[in-house]
């Protein structure tokens, strides 16, 4: 190989090295910093979500950010997560949420959501004094979809948005609901008088705790 080739191949080599540098010095760039996974508890059923999922619950729900892990050369757990809208009475002035258990009913500031519904929830990754990840909790409302009577030992399906017809002499069973809450965990019903009051008009009414969610007017047959 005469002295202008090899010079040629060298300088070649050298470029190629230094492509290879530069691609594996982005890559690092890229990789370093990046949120990897959040883990939270539901109702204590944990779950572990990546950067792209967001966490889903129906207002009620109890949720806890256990941890939050982000990538700098070695996946390593961020210095914070802030769920933005919740303040703790122990925990007013930081910004780290773990471990705290937030009602999804009673915790949340209504003035801190955001998205066209206003039912959607930061949640702040924190590393090294920059944002590493942005979450949502998304706070659906409870939702009744049908539900199961019996009235004098008659099964009857009654759909959301139906009346129930019924004789003053009846006597009826909700045996089961069908809602958008997980294991329906406390759904109660009552019959009560409509307000403000009207004759003899009642309803049936759903809660989820303490949230009224569902009612049913009953129109009453001779």
């Known amino acids: ?51 792209e999922q ?17 990538f700098e050369g070695k996946s390593e757990k961020v210095d914070a997560i802030d769920i933005v809208g919740f303040s703790s009475k122990i925990n007013d002035t ?23 519904d206003k039912n959607r929830y930061e949640l702040r990754g924190l590393h090294k004094n920059k944002v590493v990840a942005r979450i949502e909790l ?39 609901i069908a809602t958008n809450v997980l294991g329906n965990e406390n759904i109660t019903h009552v019959l009560r008088e409509v307000t403000p009051k009207k004759s003899d008009a009642k309803e049936l009414v759903f809660f989820r705790s303490r949230i009224e969610f569902a009612r049913v007017p009953i129109r009453w047959q001779e």
């Not at 967001?54 to 982000?70: E, P, R, Y």
């Not at 910004?95 to 915790?107: E, I, L, M, Q, S």
């Open 1 to 51: 190989m005469n002295k202008k080739n090899l010079m040629t191949w060298l300088l070649a080599s050298l470029a190629f090295m230094a492509g290879l540098s530069s691609f594996a010095a982005e890559k690092e760039s890229i990789a370093a910093g990046k949120f990897e996974r959040l883990a939270v508890e539901v109702n204590g059923i944990r779950k572990l979500l990546d950067a």
């Open 54 to 70: 967001s966490v889903q619950v129906v207002q009620g729900d109890l949720v806890t950010v256990l941890d939050g892990w982000v």
């Open 138 to 176: 998304i706070v659906e409302k409870p939702r009744l979809d049908s539900f199961d009577i019996t009235v004098n030992g008659v099964a009857r399906k009654i759909q959301n948005g139906e009346t129930l017809s019924l004789k003053k002499s009846d006597n009826i069973v909700v045996t089961s």
């Open 94 to 116: 930081k910004k780290d949420d773990r471990g705290f258990v937030v009602d999804t009913a009673r915790d949340l500031q209504k003035k801190h959501a955001i998205g066209p």
